[in-house]
C-alpha cells in the first residue's frame, strides 16, 4: 500500500523533505477526550491494550484529530515481561505493579523467550491500524529497550531511584546479562512480528536510561540495543528505527554509533551539543519541554519555531523530550503540530 | 573551638590536604541501626528533626560509627516552606506532603520570610552539636535551593514529573520570581542563623535541578543560588559554601562561576568533563554511584579507588553522587570511608 505522508520515514532516512515531519509520544492516550471515552468503558488499560479493534481505534485518534504525520501503536512497553511469563497489573494514578519479580537464576530460567504470536493482541492491532488508516500516515512500532523492562522485572513496579534493579546488575552482572538477553531476543521476535503486520518504523524506548554510570550504561544497556538494531536491520535494511534513551546525555556519542536512523532527545539535552556528539548521518528527534504546551499560543509558537531553527530543516523529527502530559489541552497539543507543519525555513 | 580535623574546610578552599576528605549525603539516617532506634521512639521524622537534642545526637552518629571526616545537621530541606507558613507532614515511605500549596499571588503574599528564630530546633540542634563535637570535625549546614523548595510548595508532594511546579513557571513567571526571591531571603535567614550557631561550611541541594531546561534552569534556579552565595560570602568570604544541583550537567559552566567553593557531580557526571566545565578554582565533590555500596568489598575498593585516582589529590571531597540509600549496609559505607582515608597517592 503506497503511503501519501511519508515525510517521516523520509526524514529519518536522511532524505530531503518538503517540512519537518511532527508527533508526539504518549499522543494516544488521556489527552484525547475520544481517548477517555473508549477507556472509561472499559475494565481497565490492560484491556484497551489487549483489544486489537480498540487499540486500532485510539491508535488512530491523534491522526483525525490532531494532524500528526504518524500514528504509534497504542500499547505499553511491559507486554515483553507479560510475554516472557510475568504477569503485572496497571494500578489507577499508580503505575505497574508485578505480583511476582525476578531475583534467581531460576526466576530467569523460568521465563520463557516470547515469540510474537504471544503478543497477537499488538500485532493484529497493527494489521487493523494499517488497514484502517489505509496508507495516510505510517504506522510505528516500538518496544522497551532490555534495560528498562529489566529494571521493571526485577522492581516489580516504577521506582524514584531503581536502586533494587540497579542493585542487581552490581551484584549479579552474569544473571543480569542472561536476563538482558532473554528480554532482547523476545523483543527482537515482538518487534519482527511488528514488522510483519505492516509496522513502517520502530522505537526502542529506554525510559530508565537516565539512571545509570556510563559504564553501567555502556556495558549492561547499549548491548542489547545494539543487538535490537542489527538483528532489524540485517533483515530489514530500509525499516527505519528511532532509539530514545531518556536522560542518557552521557552516551550521546555512543548513540550514534548504532546502526539506527534517529536519536530521541529529551528537553534537557542541547540541540547543537547532541548533534555534535551523535554525529550527521542521524536524523534527532525532539525536544521540547512537555510542560511547554501549558503556556500560551505565542510562547508554543515562538519555542516550536525557535527549536525548528535549531535542529536545521533535514534530518529532524520534530516531537517533545518525552511523552504528553496527560493534563494538557489537546487544542495546545494541535496547535504545536500546526505551527510545526505550517513553518516553512 | 580549634577543630582537630578541618580536611574538608581545607579542601574546600583549593588549600594541600594530607588526604582527600570523606562523607556521605545522608549519612545521618536510615542505614544506621542507632538511627532507627531513636527514630523508632518517635511519633515520627518531624519530630526528630524538631528535637534538637536528638538531631544533634543523629548528626554525631555517623561520625562516631563511620569515622566521616565532617558531621552534617540532621534535619529537611522542607522546614523552609513550613517556616514560611505551609505545614507539611512525612508520610512513612511515601515521602512529604503540604495540605495547601501556592497558586496565586495571594498565596504567596500570605506567606512570610522567614527568620532564623522561626527555625530555632535547627540552630539549637547546631549548637549542641559543636558543644558535643568539641572540634572533633567541622559541622556542615544546609538547605535546598529555591527552585527545588518552590516545586514542593507548589506541587505539594514528590512527583515523578514535577509538571504542576514547571507548569508554574511557563505560565505565571512573575509569581514564580516573587515566591522564588521570598524563598531566596527566607533561606539566607535560615544559612546566617546556621552561621552563627556554628555551622563551619554550607551545602545548598538543588535536588530536582535535572528536570528543567537549560533555560528554565538560568532563568528560575540559579538565580537564587547566586544570591544566596552571593549574601553568605559579602558576611563570611571564609566560609566554605559547596552547590549541589542534581542532574543538572547541562549548566555545569555556570554553576562553576557562581561565588561557591565546590560543586558537588552526580553519579552521572564525567569527572574530567566537570572539571573541565566547572573549571579549576573550585573543589568537585562527589560521585560514586550509591548503589556500588551493594556490592562486594573489593567492587567498592577498585571503584573507589578509580574514582579518587581521576579527581585527583587536590580540590576533591569525596562523596557518593547522591543520598546513600537507605537499605546499604552500614559496614559497606564503612568500608568506602575507610578506603578514602587509607588511600594515598
Same mark, same amino acid.
Given at each position: ?36 471515552? $473508549? ?7 490492560? #484491556?484497551?491494550? /489487549?483489544?486489537? %479493534?480498540?487499540?486500532? !481505534?485510539? *491508535? @488512530? ?18 507486554? $515483553? ?7 503485572? #497489573?496497571?494500578? /489507577?494514578?499508580? %503505575?505497574?505493579?508485578? !505480583?511476582? *519479580? @525476578? ?27 494499517? #488497514? ?214
Amino acid at each position: 500500500m503506497e503511503l501519501q505522508n511519508d515525510l517521516i520515514l523520509r526524514a529519518a532516512r536522511g532524505e530531503k523533505t518538503e517540512r519537518t515531519p511532527v508527533w508526539l509520544m504518549r499522543q494516544a492516550g488521556r489527552i484525547l477526550p475520544e481517548y477517555r471515552a $473508549i477507556r472509561n468503558s472499559l475494565s481497565g488499560f490492560k #484491556e484497551l491494550v /489487549e483489544t486489537p %479493534g480498540l487499540a486500532a !481505534e485510539v *491508535t @488512530i485518534q491523534p491522526v483525525d484529530i490532531l494532524g500528526v504525520d504518524a500514528a504509534i501503536i497504542f500499547s505499553d512497553i511491559l507486554v $515483553i515481561p507479560e510475554a516472557m511469563g510475568l504477569q503485572y #497489573e496497571m494500578i /489507577e494514578k499508580k %503505575g505497574p505493579w508485578f !505480583e511476582k *519479580t @525476578i531475583n534467581s537464576a531460576t526466576d530467569i530460567e523460568q521465563l520463557k523467550v516470547a515469540e510474537a504470536d504471544d503478543l497477537s493482541y499488538t500485532i493484529d492491532a497493527i494489521k487493523i491500524t494499517k #488497514e484502517r488508516l489505509d496508507g495516510r500516515v505510517p504506522v510505528i512500532g516500538f518496544s522497551g529497550a532490555p534495560w528498562t523492562i529489566l529494571s521493571y522485572m526485577i522492581e516489580g513496579s516504577g521506582s524514584k531511584t531503581f536502586s533494587r534493579a540497579r542493585r542487581f546488575l552490581y551484584t549479579k552482572p552474569v544473571l543480569a546479562h542472561k536476563l538482558l538477553d532473554k528480554i532482547t531476543q523476545s523483543t527482537i521476535n515482538y518487534l519482527f512480528g511488528q514488522i510483519e503486520a505492516g509496522a513502517n518504523m520502530l522505537q526502542v524506548f529506554d525510559s530508565w536510561a537516565g539512571i545509570l554510570t556510563t559504564e553501567q550504561y555502556k556495558e549492561f544497556a547499549l548491548k542489547g540495543i545494539r543487538e535490537i538494531c542489527e538483528a532489524i536491520k540485517a533483515k530489514h535494511p530500509e525499516l527505519p528505527i528511532t532509539v530514545f534513551a531518556k536522560g542518557a546525555y552521557f552516551v550521546r556519542k555512543e548513540l550514534g554509533q548504532l546502526n539506527c536512523n534517529t536519536i530521541g532527545l529529551d528537553w534537557n539535552m542541547d540541540i547543537a551539543e547532541s548533534r555534535e556528539l551523535v554525529g550527521s548521518n542521524k536524523t534527532l528527534q525532539g525536544n521540547l519541554d512537555p510542560c511547554l504546551l501549558y503556556s500560551s499560543e505565542e510562547t508554543i509558537k515562538a519555542e516550536t519555531e525557535r527549536m525548528l531553527r535549531e535542529f536545521g530543516p533535514q534530518r529532524h523529527i520534530a516531537n517533545l523530550g518525552h511523552g504528553v502530559y496527560p493534563d494538557t489541552d489537546p487544542g495546545k497539543v494541535k496547535f504545536f503540530v500546526d505551527t510545526v507543519k505550517e513553518f516553512r525555513f
